[in-house]
């Protein structure tokens, strides 16, 4: 579930896209003016902002822009315009749109761009489909139903205990987890055991994920266990 700011002063539209968004699992809020919008970036935390406003209208991103920085990280912003507007999405871009569509809009096109812009720029989001649980994490697709893993649009080889552990470690990211942790939760082993299976399996499972430059790496704590230490804002 993703949590989305929603700026749509056209009111037919904007029940349309929280009709969508809700349908699809994900929180939102709505707003129809910049500077209501302005008072919930400040006050809370979002994972996106979808934004329909007249570009030309300089104010509007200025205060666009201050709510974002009271944000937690960088965020991503997806541009909703006119078909024969240009000039705004020039301008979307250039105050830092990441996306943008053109209306008239469809949920299918909204959902589907929404999923791409958090797997490209977000950390690791949980999104609900047909109550089947998918995690995205930059270029990783991590999905618990098929218990695949999918890295850059290539499906990865892992053995169903390496899919577990790696699933694992997506799912706490930046945690220091101990051996006997890992061998509890994903080998489902409470006594003591040689915790070398542990790191037989993280040491395949580094050269199977291809973690360079992924924004990701799994460290090794020093008597400790281990961490997948994520460079991504969360």
């Given at each position: ?110 959902l589907n761009r929404i999923h791409v812009l958090v797997h490209r720029l977000g950390g690791c989001s949980q999104i609900d489909d047909q109550a089947e649980s998918i995690l995205y994490c930059g270029p990783f697709i991590i999905d618990r ?51 070398r299976t542990v790191d037989m399996h993280i040491s395949r499972l580094r050269k199977t994920l291809q973690l360079e430059d992924s924004g990701y790496e799994i460290q090794t704590v020093h008597q400790h266990g281990y961490r997948l230490q ?5």
């Open positions: 579930m993703l949590k989305i700011a929603v700026l749509e002063s056209d009111r037919v539209l904007a029940d349309d896209i929280m009709a969508w968004l809700g349908q699809a699992g994900h929180d939102f809020t709505c707003c129809s003016e910049p500077d209501e919008l302005l008072a919930c970036l400040a006050a809370q935390s979002f994972d996106m902002l979808l934004l329909d406003c007249g570009c030309h209208q300089q104010r509007s991103f200025d205060l666009i822009e201050q709510g974002l920085a009271l944000q937690e990280g960088r965020i991503p912003l997806l541009f909703i315009s006119q078909s024969d507007a240009e000039s705004e999405i020039i301008h979307a871009l250039k105050h830092g749109a990441d996306d943008y569509m053109v209306k008239p809009i469809s949920a299918d096109e909204l139903g098929q218990r695949l893993i999918n890295r850059n649009d290539e499906v990865l080889v892992l053995t169903e205990k390496d899919f577990s552990l790696a699933e694992y470690l997506f799912s706490h990211p930046n945690q220091l987890l101990s051996r006997h942790r890992l061998l509890s939760e994903v080998w489902g082993v409470s006594q003591q055991v040689n915790t994520s460079s991504r804002d969360e």
